[in-house]
């Protein structure tokens, strides 16, 4: 397959599956963003041969059925369903940090603009690991210093650290 084909189906997929899988504080557009990232970080364990779609509908459903299982439900049977709050989130590990955040709004930096310069400058071998932090998913501590380091760098060039 071609890599636009293989692009087309990881989109098919995801348009199909996301929609399902709503749930609390989560937009179908952050739900589309997580599963492209699920899907381009399951092509390491294609295996030529079988059918791409099927291997990715069902390795996207898993993955996010364990997501909900993981974050939103206590393992204790007597306690109602926990529904965790994107304000539940912790905010270590996030790549600005809230003294940056205070200081940044104190010179009124534009956010937006920040990601901007990062989107358009951050090299395409550190794409995949940026977004999985920027979505919360894990990212081995190795690769994530290396990524924050980057985008620290891309930040600090364009005046905004």
Not at 18 to 28: M, N, Q
Not at 47 to 73: M, Y
Not at 118 to 138: A, F, G, H, T
Request: hydrophobic residues 35%; negative net charge.
């Amino acid at each position: 397959m071609t890599e636009e084909q293989v692009m087309d189906t990881i989109m098919l997929v995801v348009n199909r599956t996301a929609a399902k899988y709503t749930f609390y504080g989560y937009t179908v557009d952050d739900i589309k963003q997580e599963s492209f990232i699920i899907c381009m970080d399951a092509l390491d364990r294609y295996q030529e041969g079988r059918p791409l779609e099927n291997f990715l509908a069902v390795h996207l459903s898993n993955r996010l059925k364990n997501f909900v299982r993981d974050n939103h439900f206590n393992k204790n049977e007597e306690e109602k369903a926990k529904v965790l709050m994107p304000g539940q989130l912790s905010n270590d590990n996030t790549i600005i940090s809230p003294q940056s955040l205070q200081a940044n709004h104190q010179n009124k930096i534009d956010t937006k603009e920040m990601q901007r310069i990062v989107n358009n400058k951050l090299p395409s071998e550190y794409r995949v690991d940026y977004l999985k932090i920027v979505n919360d998913v894990y990212v081995p501590k190795k690769q994530r210093e290396e990524v924050l380091q980057y985008v620290y760098q891309i930040l600090e060039e364009h005046g905004h650290a």
